[in-house]
C-alpha cells in the first residue's frame, strides 16, 4: 500500500471542519496545528478572489524528516504512513527545519515534535480519516494510491494534480486540483501587516525583496478628505494572506552559540595540532596545554548547549542508545564524543609530561576537530526547508570560522598564558588571512553570488540590504572584520595587547554572523 490524500480545491469552501476534527481526534493543543486552512486573496475590484488551500504533512516518499531525526522518533510504516513515536523524541526541532512543508510542531503539552499522522489509528481498522469524513464537500480524499480502483487512483490518474515544492525531491503523497499558485508558494503573497481576516497577527519582518501591504489611507483618520476615499485604496494590488496559522522559529539563540563555541573548541586543537605536529612553531605552552584546556571547556559549553536546546532534554542519552545512523544530528554527537576522548587524552599526555604520546594524538585529534568543525554543514544541509542554508561552500566556510575562531581565542589566551615570538606572529598571521577569507566567503560567496532559490536570495539579502543589515555591516563587518584587520596589518611587529583586541573583536563578529545566518534562514515562510 501507499497511502496518500488529495485536496480538491474545486469544492474546498474553507469551513475548517477538517482542522477542527483534527484537533478534536487527537486533542491537539490551542495554537499548534496537524492540519489547518490558509486563506489567500488576490486581484483587484471588482475582479477579486479568494483561494482556500489545506495544508498538512505530504507523507512523502522520501521524508527528510525521517532522515534528520537522530533517534528514529519519526518513522514511514508499510502502508507509506509517516508517523511519529511521542515516548521517543528528544525534541531536537530538526524535524521541523528539515520539512519544507512546515508540518511539524513542538506539542506543549509533552514538548515533543508532533505532526499529521494519517489518523493511522483509524486507517488500520478501515476507517477513514478524521478531516475527510467531516468535510461536508467530499473536498478530502484519502487511500492507497497503488489501488487502481481506488478514488484517489483515479483522480489522481484522470485530473491535472500537483504537489507542492517537487523541486525539494521529497516526493509528496499529497496531491492538489485546482489550487491556486500563490496558495502553496508562501513566498509568492505579502503577508498582513498587523491584522488578518478575524484578529491581529505578529508582524513579520519586511525586507526589501518583499512588498510591504499599502497602509491605510489617510481619508479614514482625517475627515476633511473623507469625500475623496475609495474602496479601490483597500484592495491589495497583489496577492497577500489574509488567514493562516503562527509557525515558531525552531532555533534560536543556543544553536546560534553552539555553532560559535563549537568552532573554537575545533580551532584551538586544530591550530595546535598544525603547529605543533607540521612543525610550524616551537612547542610552547600555549599550544601544549592552553590550547587543549580551551578547547575542553568550550567543547563542554557546546555540548551544554545542545542538551539545554532539547525540549527533552533528560532524553538526550537516546542519541547514542538508539542512534538513526542516516541523521547528522546522531553522527555529529558521535563526532563531538570522539573528538572529546582525544582532547582528554591529548591534556592528560600533555599534564603528565608524555611528549611523544602527545605528539601522536595530534594528527587523529587533528582529523577529528576538523570533523567537528565542519559536521554541522552536512546537518544544516539535511535542513531542505531552509534553502539558505544549503550552500556548497558550507563546508569551507565552517572550517575557516574554527581556525579564525582559534587564532582569535589563542591571541586573547596568550596575554596569561606564555608562547614564544613565532607562536604570537604565526597566530596573527592566520587570524590576517583568515579574516580576509572569512569576509570574502561571506559577502561573495554566501550573500552577493546568484542564489538557486528565491528564498535563498531573500534569506541573503535580508542580511546585507534588509533587516538585519545594520547588525551586519556594523558588528559583523566593521568590528568584526575591518577594524581587526587594520589592527593586525598596520601596528609592526607583535604586539600582545593589539593581538587582544582583534581576537576579542573577531570572536564578537563571528558570533554576531552566526545568529544572523541562523534567523535569516528560518525567516523565510514554509507555508
Request: hydrophobic fraction near 50%; proline fraction near 7%; charged fraction near 15%.
Amino acid at each position: 500500500m501507499k497511502m496518500g490524500f488529495l485536496i480538491d480545491h474545486r469544492k474546498c469552501i474553507g469551513c475548517h471542519a477538517c482542522s477542527v476534527a483534527c484537533k478534536e481526534e487527537h486533542q491537539v493543543a490551542l495554537g499548534v496545528y496537524r492540519t489547518w486552512v490558509k486563506y489567500v486573496e488576490k486581484g483587484a475590484f471588482p475582479n477579486t478572489q479568494r483561494n482556500f488551500t489545506v495544508l498538512r504533512c505530504n507523507h512523502c516518499e522520501e521524508a527528510p524528516c525521517v532522515t534528520i531525526c537522530p533517534v528514529t522518533a519519526l518513522y514511514k510504516a508499510d502502508n507509506g504512513i509517516v508517523d511519529f513515536d511521542p515516548e521517543v523524541c528528544i525534541g531536537c526541532k530538526a524535524c521541523m527545519q528539515a520539512c519544507p512543508y512546515d508540518a511539524l510542531y513542538i506539542d506543549p503539552k509533552n514538548n515533543t515534535a508532533a505532526k499529521c499522522n494519517f489518523c493511522a489509528h483509524r486507517v488500520e481498522v478501515g476507517l477513514q480519516p478524521s478531516c475527510e469524513i467531516v468535510c461536508p464537500t467530499q473536498a478530502i480524499v484519502s487511500g492507497d494510491l497503488d489501488a487502481p480502483d481506488s478514488h484517489i487512483a483515479q483522480l489522481t490518474t484522470r485530473e491535472p494534480v500537483r504537489v507542492r515544492k517537487p523541486e525539494k525531491g521529497t516526493v509528496p503523497q499529497l496531491f492538489y486540483i485546482d489550487a491556486d499558485e500563490n496558495s502553496l508558494t508562501p513566498s509568492s503573497t505579502v503577508p498582513p501587516k498587523d491584522y488578518g481576516m478575524w484578529s491581529q497577527v505578529a508582524q513579520p519582518e519586511i525586507t526589501d525583496t518583499a512588498m510591504p501591504l499599502p497602509g491605510l489611507p489617510a481619508s479614514l483618520t482625517s475627515p476633511a478628505n473623507a469625500a475623496d476615499f475609495s474602496i479601490h485604496d483597500l484592495i491589495p494590488k497583489q496577492p497577500r494572506t489574509v488567514y493562516d496559522v503562527a509557525h515558531a522559529v525552531p532555533w534560536g539563540q543556543k544553536v546560534s552559540l553552539y555553532i560559535w563555541t563549537k568552532s573554537i573548541a575545533a580551532g584551538a586543537f586544530l591550530l595546535s595540532a598544525l603547529g605543533v605536529g607540521l612543525g610550524l612553531v616551537p612547542d610552547s605552552p600555549l599550544l601544549t596545554w592552553a590550547a587543549l584546556l580551551l578547547a575542553l571547556i568550550f567543547l563542554g559549553i557546546t555540548t551544554g548547549l545542545l542538551i539545554l536546546d532539547l525540549k527533552r532534554p533528560e532524553r538526550f542519552f537516546k542519541i547514542i542508545s538508539r542512534p538513526q545512523w542516516r541523521s547528522w544530528v546522531a553522527l555529529g554527537g558521535f563526532v563531538l564524543m570522539i573528538y572529546g576522548a582525544l582532547l582528554g587524552l591529548s591534556f592528560l599526555a600533555a599534564i603528565f609530561g608524555l611528549t611523544g604520546v602527545r605528539h601522536v594524538l595530534l594528527w587523529p585529534g587533528g582529523v577529528m576537530a576538523i570533523l567537528a568543525a565542519i559536521y554541522t554543514a552536512f546537518l544544516f544541509a539535511q535542513a531542505k526547508g531552509r534553502d539558505f542554508w544549503l550552500s556548497p561552500a558550507l563546508p569551507v566556510h565552517l572550517l575557516l570560522h574554527a581556525v579564525l575562531a582559534g587564532a582569535a581565542s589563542l591571541a586573547v589566551v596568550n596575554l596569561v598564558v606564555p608562547s614564544n615570538p613565532e607562536t604570537a606572529s604565526w597566530l596573527d598571521a592566520l587570524m590576517l588571512w583568515s579574516l580576509l577569507g572569512n569576509l570574502f566567503i561571506t559577502l561573495i560567496g554566501e550573500l552577493w553570488l546568484p542564489h538557486g532559490t528565491q528564498d535563498a536570495a531573500k534569506a541573503a539579502t535580508m542580511m546585507w540590504r534588509g533587516a538585519y543589515a545594520k547588525l551586519f555591516w556594523g558588528l559583523v563587518v566593521v568590528v568584526g572584520h575591518a577594524v581587526p584587520l587594520l589592527l593586525l596589518a598596520l601596528v609592526p611587529g607583535t604586539v600582545v595587547l593589539v593581538s587582544l583586541v582583534a581576537g576579542v573583536l573577531t570572536l564578537i563578529g563571528l558570533l554576531i554572523y552566526e545568529h544572523l545566518w541562523l534567523m535569516a534562514g528560518q525567516a523565510m515562510p514554509l507555508s
